[in-house]
């Protein structure tokens, strides 16, 4: 009855706070609500709550305050579990089931000052006992005699006996305070303490936590794992980020770097799986400081490889120096301070983070099989170029820092080459390597020194340099020239004598540079850098190029030699050759009197020097040296070589490989004066060779050579006044300009090769080219056709004229005769204003040999000329529209220039064809 009364009571106030309703004001709705609920206590059979589910659900909510760094809140729960779990009650399950189900939102919603109002105030005992108050109520207190020290055990004077005890104290401890500040020669040894009793040493091993096993009524557990206090802990995770052994954390000979958490300790206050997963987490990081060290205590021989080194090391004692504060922290506290394995771990996460970075660069490079030593210097790049792009302000500045560290010792060959033109003995970082042997001047720059290049075609440097490399390469260059010209030291009291500054804080100025991003600053600063030093070697050495060694003059005698621009020097070299030829002398191929007649032709040039010219001949061919088989083609032309022999400082500019080009360019105005010669210098004397020539013959002749002179001078023209002019002169003013040595190279290589392909001797128009080779042969042709014509015509009326002698002789007549070959007296005469009055001369020619080979089936003389003239027109239009159509499909000023010959051609034929029928 007792318990029933007992139930309903409790029922009913529950029914009241849970309702609000009271027997009082709403019987009949309380009477069915507590019917209700004790039908539902009476005949329920609710089991006791389970005890492992609600400490598993306060472990929860402690791991949850703590991992919203809420630490306070987190000790005092679980130091109020603590108490409760030592106390023996019950229904103590319940009870903290009851609070957990009644909890809202614990985390946001309690507070540490709610606490203090558990707390029972404490009683009032009055104000404290002080001194001052004692000395009024006792004047004997005063008198400072009383608070000496008495030795009762001195038979000495009363100096010697009596101390002032508060003033000893007082000194003594200003003098430990000072001691510790002063005195900085004490070894750990002197900071030992000597255990003097048992008591002291239990002491001792009660704090090494490590060392002690847990037990149950005596009992050791050797498998119970060993629970640690989180001060213990903290301690373990510092020991362990410097590098040190620990108990908590653990590795294995095999794999020093590794570094695991041990399994054998738990926190009192958290959950194993909580614990290991922080801990798992340190002793990864740990693993990567550790793998960091020991990197970093390589020996290496590399100073790249070194001060990488160096830069590792000093970031790791920065870092031990930060734990070393944060232990003092917890063995000195200052103030009151928290205990928090995870603040202390969000502390140095900052720090930890930046060497885990450097520590995953150390990895890969050793992961990579045939790493560079520069390649650390790209990762670190990249890095920094990375962590701006994040917004990564701290690691920014963390890699950037190194980078510039690192790449001033990469700095060092590069400065040594681009000031001084040395390269390091045995040096295989730097990209610049240096040929074995003994080199020619003249190759100095193309063949002495080349840029170090992988298997795989790559030049030999980091990623960031390779735009600057060819402008190094060449400064570098420019100075070894200098020096073998005699030149260096101008060169050096003209060049600056600060560079550009290249670290971090300069390069990377936070106030002005923070938007631009680290490639686009990096590369600007360097490009000054480099440019301080490209500058001054590159103009020394232009200005010397053009005024010492004379470029300009060398340039210009080329033009006068190779490309004929002085008309009348070139024809009196060309002119006696080709007269030569017609009268088929066997001299005209040689090389001695060819040079001869070349100095004495350019000699009076004053860009000239006679010296240097030389005549060389092709290997020749049996037709080749055939006088009569030479004369009847251009293409023997060919085997004639002209040679300008420069000094080595140009022929650095003008290197061997263009010398070809100039030669292809003289064969080819050597073949069109040779055409436009044997048409213009033969002039008959007396009219007795076409006075018995048809009108038909004559009209057909002299419109063949109307059309191959046209022809001719429509292509010498293109050739000298459209290509080779006004390239020249952009050539020239390209050089002046130039900035360096290889962009003069360049600008002339590019020249030459332009020039070769508006002058139809590329390899695109070698179709073209043969065609024009064929049309100039034709002059040739039409040439001998006509005198072959007139040496018929000749013995023809010789003929007539013994017939007519024969008839007269039988009529008693008697009439004078000639005997031998016949011949031809001409003149030779000069075109397009190129001729003087000292160049004329009469040759005489034996025709015979122009009919050497007509057989008994000779064509007529109309007939050929039909022949020739279908020919020319055939032949012409094809080079026309093919100009027309590779100018279409080509482009640029090569196209351009190819059309407008194209629409000279095709324009001259026109009006030719209409003119006559």
């Known amino acids: 009855m007792a318990h029933v009364a007992k139930l309903g009571a409790l029922t009913d106030e529950l029914v009241t706070l849970i309702t609000s309703t009271s027997a009082n004001a709403e019987l009949a709705k309380f009477s069915a609500h507590r019917e209700y609920a004790l039908r539902a206590l009476r005949y329920s059979n609710h089991p006791r709550t389970n005890q492992f589910d609600i400490t598993s659900r306060l472990e929860g909510l402690e791991e949850k305050f703590r991992v919203y760094n809420e630490d306070p809140l987190a000790d005092a729960l679980n130091e109020r579990v603590d108490k409760l779990s030592k106390k023996e009650i019950k229904w103590l399950p319940e009870v903290l089931h009851l609070l957990l189900e009644l909890s809202n939102r614990p985390l946001s919603n309690s507070k540490l000052e709610h606490l203090d109002f558990l707390n029972e105030p404490e009683e009032d005992r009055g104000p404290p006992l002080r001194w001052k108050d004692l000395i009024a109520e006792d004047p004997l207190l005063r008198d400072q005699k009383i608070w000496n020290n008495v030795d009762f055990g001195a038979e000495s004077s009363e100096e010697d006996g009596f101390e002032d005890s508060r003033s000893e104290i007082s000194i003594s401890t200003e003098t430990d305070q000072s001691s510790v500040d002063e005195d900085t020669s004490k070894r750990p040894e002197d900071y030992a303490v000597e255990i003097t009793s048992s008591e002291d040493l239990a002491k001792l091993r009660e704090a090494q936590f490590w060392l002690k096993t847990p037990n149950v009524g005596g009992v050791k557990l050797e498998t119970v794992k060993k629970p640690i206090s989180e001060l213990q802990a903290i301690r373990e995770v510092l020991f362990m980020l410097a590098g040190y052994p620990t108990s908590l954390f653990e590795s294995t000979p095999e794999e020093p770097t590794l570094i695991l958490p041990s399994k054998g300790y738990v926190l009192k206050h958290a959950s194993l799986d909580a614990f290991y997963s922080l801990a798992k987490e340190l002793a990864a990081q740990g693993s990567s400081l550790m793998s960091l060290r020991s990197w970093a205590k390589r020996p290496q021989s590399i100073p790249l490889l070194q001060v990488f080194q160096g830069s590792i090391l000093e970031r790791l004692a920065r870092l031990e120096a930060h734990l070393s504060k944060t232990q003092q922290r917890f063995v000195e506290p200052a103030e009151d301070i928290v205990v928090s394995i995870l603040s202390v771990q969000a502390e140095i996460a900052s720090y930890v983070q930046l060497l885990l970075r450097l520590s995953g660069i150390t990895k890969n490079v050793d992961s990579e099989p045939y790493a560079h030593a520069f390649r650390y210097l790209e990762m670190l790049y990249d890095e920094t170029c990375i962590s701006q792009m994040a ?79 060819t402008k190094i390469f060449t400064t570098g260059k420019s100075v070894v020239v200098l020096k073998h010209l005699n030149q260096y030291p101008l060169m050096k009291s003209s060049g600056p004598s600060l560079e550009p500054s290249l670290d971090f804080k ?412």
């Open 391 to 469: 917004g990564d302000d701290q690691m920014y500045e963390f890699m950037g820092s190194i980078f510039f560290e690192c790449f001033q010792i990469y700095l060092r060959p590069i400065r040594t080459w681009m000031e001084h033109g040395e390269l390091g003995q045995g040096d295989k970082v730097f990209f610049v390597s240096e040929a074995s042997g003994q080199v020619e001047p003249a190759a100095l720059w193309e063949s002495r020194f080349k840029l170090r290049q992988t298997q795989n075609g790559v030049l030999h440097a980091p990623r960031f340099l390779r735009a600057a490399a």
């Open 506 to 917: 300069t390069v990377c100025n936070p106030f002005t540079l923070q938007l631009a991003p680290f490639q686009e600053i990096f590369e600007v600063a360097f490009n000054d850098w480099v440019q301080s030093k490209h500058q001054y070697a590159s103009a020394t050495l232009r200005k010397i190029l053009f005024d010492s060694c004379g470029l300009h003059t060398s340039l210009e005698a080329l033009s006068r030699i190779y490309f004929m621009a002085d008309g009348s020097t070139g024809a009196a070299f060309t002119s006696p050759l080709f007269d030569k030829l017609d009268t088929l002398d066997r001299s005209w191929n040689d090389r001695f009197t060819l040079t001869e007649l070349a100095r004495s032709a350019f000699g009076n040039l004053p860009s000239v020097n006679t010296d240097r010219i030389r005549i060389n001949l092709l290997p020749l061919s049996r037709r080749s040296q055939d006088p009569a088989k030479c004369r009847r083609t251009v293409k023997a032309l060919s085997i004639i070589e002209f040679r300008y022999h420069l000094s080595w400082p140009i022929r650095i500019i003008l290197t061997p490989a263009t010398f070809s080009s100039y030669q292809r360019m003289f064969t080819f105005l050597f073949q069109i004066r040779r055409s436009s010669h044997i048409l213009s210098r033969k002039r008959l004397v007396t009219d007795f060779l076409t006075s018995d020539n048809s009108s038909d013959e004559r009209a057909f002749y002299y419109s063949l050579r109307t059309r191959l002179l046209w022809f001719i001078h429509t292509l010498h023209y293109y050739t000298t006044c459209l290509v080779l002019a006004p390239g020249s002169q952009k050539m020239q003013q390209a050089l002046k300009e130039a900035v360096d040595v290889d962009t003069m190279i360049q600008v002339h290589s590019s020249y030459v090769k332009s020039m070769v392909d508006q002058a139809l001797l590329g390899k695109k128009l070698e179709l073209i080219h043969k065609t024009i080779l064929k049309i100039l042969d034709l002059a040739i042709k039409l040439e001998d056709a006509q005198a072959a014509n007139a040496v018929a015509n000749k013995v023809a009326r010789e003929q007539q004229q013994e017939m007519m002698e024969h008839s007269m002789a039988s009529m008693g007549l008697h009439t004078p005769r000639k005997g031998g070959h016949p011949t031809l007296t001409i003149t030779s005469l000069k075109i397009d204003n190129e001729s003087s009055d000292d160049d004329e001369r009469e040759v005489d020619v034996d025709l015979s040999i122009l009919s050497a080979d007509e057989g008994p089936g000779e064509v007529l003389y109309v007939d050929k000329l039909r022949t020739m003239r279908e020919d020319f027109d055939r032949l012409v239009r094809f080079v026309a529209s093919g100009l027309k159509g590779v100018a279409r499909a080509g482009g640029g000023d090569e196209g351009r220039s190819w059309d407008t010959l194209g629409e000279m051609l095709e324009s001259g034929l026109g009006a030719g064809m209409r003119g006559y029928r």
